[in-house]
Nanobody, 124 residues
Framework: QVRLVESGGGLVQAGGSLRLSCAAS????????MAWFRQAPGKEREFVAT????????FYAESVKGRFTISRDNAKNTVYLQMNSLKPEDTGLYYC?????????????????WGQGTQVTVSS
């Protein structure tokens, strides 16, 4: 089992940047594929990005490709989401998630462990 705690959210103007962090408990962090999802008010939770346990593969939603970068530091049990050129439509609650078996999945049902979320608000 793994416990996830997100941080780094906040209020930023359009065009700005934020870096989210997700700290994981446990000694087997590298065995988990990690992902970021987000949920805007009144909308479904949607996939943002995912990274393999080794850090060698990453996949992105089309809406964030070229602006967001997912990375991980297995020595620190932490996954990051660097968000640049932020837009108002990026506003939402950002969740970190972990899956032991589903490499590259964009389906939230494939992720067994979730954090509580960190709020990102982008003003126009």
């Amino acid at each position: 089992q793994v416990r996830l705690v997100e941080s780094g959210g906040g209020l930023v103007q359009a065009g700005g940047s934020l870096r989210l962090s997700c700290a994981a408990s446990g000694s087997t962090f590298r065995e988990y594929h990690m992902a970021w999802f987000r949920q805007a008010p009144g909308k479904e939770r949607e996939f943002v990005a995912t990274i393999a346990g080794s850090g060698g593969l990453a996949f992105y939603a089309e809406s964030v490709k070229g602006r967001f970068t997912i990375s991980r530091d297995n020595a620190k049990n932490t996954v990051y989401l660097q968000m640049n050129s932020l837009k108002p439509e990026d506003t939402g609650l950002y969740y970190c998630a972990a899956s032991r078996n589903r490499l590259g999945s964009r389906n939230r049902n494939d992720y067994a462990y979730w954090g509580q979320g960190t709020q990102v608000t982008v003003s126009s």
